[in-house]
């Protein structure tokens, strides 16, 4: 499993924690659902990417992981604004997000620039 891959997994897991956390003590569920989405997503479309049919392919998978990151980024900044998020969880979902945001681009542009 690739490094991208292997942290996306690991967020997938904090991301329906959150949410977990989310809908039983906060009784939010419509924000929490689209995180739960998004964030979730971003790990599907990186194992999809690994078994990419061709190079075309493979970015296009990792493009969507990487738009689902961004939306992932803004519901959990929503989530901290109207206080469903407290400061720790907040910064430490969006330092993991950043993180993958940071790689997928670094293997995007890479594998852009070699086609």
Known sequence: MSLVAEKSFQLSIRIVNSYKYLSDQKNEFIMSKQLLRSGTSIGANISEA?????KSDF??????SLKETNESIYWIRLLHATSYLTNIMYSSLLNDLKDIKHILMKIINTSKSKT
């Open 50 to 54: 690994e078994f990419a049919q061709s």
């Open 59 to 64: 970015i296009h998978k990792l493009s969507i």
